[in-house]
């Protein structure tokens, strides 16, 4: 595996770092009298001018709590974060003292020596209340590396109004989703579904509906390129040849954010992540008119991805301690609570779930049977990495510019060139 700098020489480099200089804020503190204080940088990658106000707040009120330390919030573009983090952490310079982190990043920074093993710490508070399948993604060679603040998957969100102006039900498999789309088209002149094209996670409900997969990490053999892989590609692309989606090379959030929030198009897969921005439509004014149900499901089955965000604390922070207790809070029943009520985010405390907040949310409560099923990606370091090649041969195959069986094959030559010594 190629890295920057070897493994050992990493972790000792850190270890130094957490005792002397670590992030290059003035975040030193202590707790020698027994009171957090200093300063705690936070990067936060949630949607900016919907997710980002609320999580600011409830950063604010740990400032409250602990009124010696001064919460640093930076929201960082959540496609700019990975690398910017890593590249910070190698240098040693301008990383932050905790890291809002998609699910994948994990083990890939773990493996990397940039974050603080938090086994015995006080950011793992409570720590078998948290969900099976969220606490998966946190550990890396029996160390737990990061708290999972929220777990998600994915399904259709629908304008009911445009399905009852074309007298059409929700669809339940890809068979339904073209039939669907062709009336909702015949009769209101709109397209069905806009599939995002420029982002591979949107390609994954597809594959493992299948029956497929990107990897095995048991047996360390690559996946994408067998048969299901083969078929997943070709029924994305039949949906698109057959006018049944529209979608996009570029600027994919964007785009199918503002056709669906303005009644261009009828269906669209998203996420819990999605709701707040997806209600500032016009399209939504009246709450009630959106519609969420389960991505129709492949040959194979329903087989929405899991993903979700964890929060991690960097090796090199000078503040580790007010860090830790700020990662505890910012996971806490009560935040996980507060995400649900105001952002309509799961939980992944099972006991959050029983909170007045997330119980009233009717997002959450779709959500949460989708997320138990939810099939998970391989823990492995190189789970991150495995996006670039796939998303490319995504792209060319939704914008007509290879075959599915191509895009299938330069997928897997791709995983094991990474992967080395995988099948």
Not at 35 to 53: A, P, Q, R, Y
Not at 204 to 233: I, R
Request: net charge negative.
């Amino acid at each position: 595996m190629r890295r920057g700098i070897t493994a050992t020489a990493l972790v000792a480099t850190l270890a130094l770092a957490a005792t002397a200089c670590g992030s290059d804020d003035e975040s030193g503190g202590s707790k020698s009298s027994g009171e957090l204080s200093g300063t705690v940088t936070w990067w936060d990658t949630s949607t900016v001018g919907s997710e980002d106000k609320v999580f600011k707040k409830i950063a604010e009120g740990f400032e409250k709590k602990h009124p010696k330390v001064d919460v640093k919030y930076v929201n960082v573009p959540f496609g700019e974060a990975q690398n910017k983090f890593k590249n910070a952490a190698q240098a040693g310079s301008g990383a932050p003292d905790v890291i809002r982190s998609e699910v994948a990043w994990t083990p890939e920074f773990a493996d990397l020596g940039y974050l603080a093993p938090l086994d015995g710490t006080s950011a793992l508070k409570d720590q078998g209340d948290f969900l099976e399948q969220a606490a998966a993604s946190t550990k890396y060679k029996d160390k737990t590396f990061a708290v999972p603040q929220v777990i998600d998957s994915m399904g259709i969100f629908y304008n009911k109004k445009i399905f009852k102006e074309a007298g059409v039900e929700v669809p339940e498999n890809i068979a339904d989703l073209k039939t669907v789309s062709k009336t909702i088209k015949d009769k209101t002149g709109k397209t069905g579904l806009y599939l995002r094209g420029d982002d591979a996670y949107w390609f994954l409900s597809f594959l493992y509906g299948e029956g497929g997969d990107l990897v095995d990490a048991g047996s360390k053999t690559v996946t994408v390129d067998k048969p299901e892989g083969v078929k997943a590609f070709k029924t994305v692309k039949d949906l698109v040849d057959s006018g049944a989606a529209k979608t996009d090379a570029t600027d994919g959030w964007e785009n199918m954010q503002s056709a669906f929030k303005e009644g261009k198009v009828a269906m669209m897969i998203n996420g819990p992540w999605a709701v707040a921005d997806t209600l500032t439509g016009k399209e939504f004014t009246d709450k009630a008119n959106l519609g969420i149900s389960p991505v129709p499901a492949g040959t194979a089955g329903q087989g929405a991805p899991q993903g979700g965000h964890n929060l991690a604390v960097y090796a090199g922070s000078k503040n580790l301690e007010a860090s830790y207790a700020f990662v505890e809070y910012m996971t806490s029943v009560e935040s996980q609570a507060q995400t649900a009520g105001e952002l309509n985010l799961l939980p992944t405390r099972t006991s959050a779930y029983a909170k007045q907040e997330a119980v009233d949310s009717e997002i959450v409560q779709f959500f949460k049977p989708v997320v138990e099923t939810a099939v998970e990606r391989p823990w492995i370091p190189e789970t991150g990495s495995l996006f670039a090649p796939l998303v490319t041969e995504y792209t060319k195959v939704l914008t007509g510019q290879t075959t599915p069986e191509k895009a299938a094959s330069a997928t897997g030559d791709s995983y094991r060139k990474l992967l080395e010594g995988w099948k």
